[in-house]
């Protein structure tokens, strides 16, 4: 039993929780993930005709001073997360 559970421990310690940005823009909202152990993330343009793109990207460690100088601001994964199962709208 106690071999069990130290296994458990270790796979959520190993979970990796990831940072997430929003900048909003006239016609469309960016939104964006980020690991930041191995700065693989995805980038969601979400246009105003409710179509995603999605694209997956590599950053760089200088990937925060990049969004905060072209304004984003903290984002959550609900928002995202809805826009990758289609389910919210673009307002």
Do not use: W
Not at 30 to 41: D, F
Not at 57 to 84: A, M, P, Q, V, W
């Amino acid at each position: 039993m106690q071999k069990q559970y130290q296994y458990y421990y270790f796979c959520i310690m190993a979970q990796t929780i990831f940072e997430y940005f929003k900048k909003e823009l006239d016609d469309a909202i960016i939104l964006v993930r980020i690991n930041p152990n191995s700065y693989e993330g995805i980038e969601l343009i979400v246009l105003k005709n409710n179509q995603v793109k999605k694209t997956d990207r590599l950053f760089n460690k200088s990937i925060y001073e990049d969004l905060e100088y072209d304004g984003f601001l903290k984002g959550n994964t609900l928002e995202i997360n809805l826009h990758l199962q289609g389910i919210s709208e673009h307002k």
